[in-house]
């Protein structure tokens, strides 16, 4: 139970951020936010993040019914989701951790376990004409 737990608080530490949908500057953003979720230290920078702006409970059902099979324990998201990717810059080391950012709306593809996200494996570009659907 606490090791399931963790590990969904960790996926919500690394990958969710509700409170800003769509931020402006996406490397500001990213300087900012992989400094402040412990993903950029002292000791180590982490190469790759995204970051999914929508709450915990939004995100859940992926799980669910709003989700569908996608290998293993993966699951690919009906719906797209805003998200912000932060890639490390070469030639940055800690501490200086220096990100740059691109923003999308994306499906995602996340692992789950008992019905709780705990992995953010990748995101999955809409194919043209796709997201006109209803």
């Avoid at 960790?10 to 979720?37: I, T």
């Avoid at 709450?55 to 709003?66: K, R, Y």
């Avoid at 690919?76 to 220096?98: A, K, M, N, R, W």
Wanted: net charge negative; glycine share 8%; with cysteine.
């Amino acid at each position: 139970q606490d090791q399931r737990s963790s590990r969904y608080e960790k996926f919500l530490r690394q990958h969710v951020d509700a409170f800003d949908p769509s931020p402006p500057d996406a490397r500001r953003y990213c300087n900012l936010l992989m400094r402040r979720r412990d993903m950029a230290t002292a000791h180590k920078c982490k190469h790759l993040n995204t970051f999914i702006h929508s709450s915990a409970n939004q995100i859940e059902p992926v799980c669910g019914d709003g989700g569908e099979p996608a290998g293993g324990d993966l699951r690919l998201s009906e719906d797209p989701f805003p998200l912000t990717v932060c890639e490390l810059q070469g030639g940055s080391d800690p501490p200086d951790c220096d990100y740059s950012g691109s923003s999308s709306t994306s499906r995602i593809v996340i692992a789950c376990v008992d019905g709780e996200p705990v992995h953010f494996e990748t995101q999955v570009e809409s194919q043209a004409g796709e997201r006109d659907q209803p």
